[in-house]
């Protein structure tokens, strides 16, 4: 492991002041993620800006009805918090469905919207890969793909995003609050990753150097009606094979609202608009469900070993909404 | 991967710091290399052996200790970063002629072969029972909004961070049950 300077900033301004002076400085939160990277060889900072003892801990509740969670809450904290329970149980069960209980203990909110894909060739100094090494080539694409991407990915990157509670915020339309060196900036979470497209090394649309402080949650009474459903390998302490997080709002039968996004698919967390609009307005069946996921995964291009990602995805959207709607 | 000409460099100030942290209730003060991770701090540094290094990528739990409490991995923490906090390693459950009544319920129930896991067991357990006593669903709680019971699947699930090559798991999982039920 390459040798590091370790700054404990005193705050926001001067964690971001530090990233911006320091080109190869990175920031350190639970470090479940990048110290691994870093006994891999994969990241190298030679400074790290350890952002965990910054007042940005706490859950509040906002007069909109939202909810706004700082970056350094702990996962196990979160998950365990009594609001995020009763209104936004997708949120508790995508958590709750990640790593282990030490590892929940350590990792931070900010910090699990901004882990690195777990495609092996990545963590893999030996192999191509155009994430690490930009103009190296992609030894997934015709590799062991049997986890990487069957959306959206191009010719120079297959990997996924491997967070589960990403997928969840994408799910409830979260805000992510950055600090950015010229101040604060909110970012829909639609449009704070990126496509892989020919700069996967590009993993979301904020300049390096930006710090996540806060997600915001908008209020959305039906959230109530929600959860996550991962399918691993093995029953836990494991990757998503596929997931789904699902918020499901029904008036009689009728579907009123519904919102979806999936992991395991792509190089970001998965909103899947095409199956929303295929269900709303429709008096819900697990048909329609199963047909909603087909128009959504109408376009997937599965690679060599993952096709089964597309059945396995169509079932836990249907078993998903169908223990939704009968709850 | 992680050796190579790096691992060479000589260490100046500005790579290694001064790290003043609790260890099993006694103030301990040690300057180290800013890569030292917390288990390696203790274990070649502290003399205390008992968190053990299995994968050291955070992936087999027997690295497991409580930092101000919690259970946490330490081959993936920096010691650098936990100065002024507490960690207790499976030295301090107890004190050095008592067990405690986890690693009691260990010995009656044969939970371990080799042992190699079961510094991080304990500390796991340990941590786990605090978390269910303070009410925290996991992933097989049915209803998120009341404390869970503490049946088998749930201490299975709680405590899928610790591997045992071994396979004690069954015995793991009741020699658990018997001090959460005692307690």
Known sequence: MKAFRYHRPANVAEAVAVLAAEPQAAY???????????????????????????????VEELPDGGLRIGATVRNSDLAAHPVVRRAYPVLARALLAAASGQLRNMATTGGNLLQRTRCVYFQDTGKACNKREPGSGCAALHGQNRDLAVLDWSEQCVATHPSDLAVALAALDTVVEVHEADGPRDIPIAEFYRSPGTH????????????????????????????????????????????????????????RDVRLAYGAVAHRPWRAYRAEEALRGRPFSPELAARAADAELAEARPLRHNGFKLPLTRAITVRALTELASS | MQGGPENTTTIDERHSSRVTFEVNGASREVTLDNRTTVLDALREHLDLTGA??????????????????????????????????????????????????????????????CGYCTPG??????????????????AVTDDLNTSAELTDAEIRERMAGNLCRCAAYPHIVAAVRETAASS
């Open chain 1, 28 to 58: 350190l939160g639970g470090g479940t993620n990048l110290v691994d990277l870093m006994k891999l060889g994969v990241q190298r900072p030679d400074v790290l800006v350890d952002v965990t003892r910054l007042p940005l801990d706490t």
């Open chain 1, 200 to 255: 996967p090394e590009r993993e979301t649309t904020v300049a390096r150097g930006a710090l996540i402080t806060a997600v915001r949650l908008p209020p959305l009474p039906a959230a109530r009606r929600s959860t996550y459903l991962k399918v691993r390998d093995r029953a836990s302490f494991a990757f998503a094979a596929g997931s789904v997080a699902a918020v499901l709002d029904l008036d009689g039968d009728v579907v």
């Open chain 2, 52 to 113: 053990k290094k299995g994968c050291d990528h955070g992936q087999c739990g027997s690295c497991t200790v409580l930092l101000d409490g919690r259970r946490v991995k330490s081959c993936l923490i920096f010691a650098v970063t936990v100065d002024g906090r507490s960690v207790v390693t499976v030295e301090g459950l107890a004190g050095p002629d008592e067990l405690s009544p986890l690693q009691a319920a260990f010995i009656a129930h044969d939970a371990f072969q």
């Open chain 2, 121 to 138: 067991q304990l500390c796991s357990a340990r941590g786990m029972l605090d978390e269910v006593s303070q009410g925290w669903p996991s």
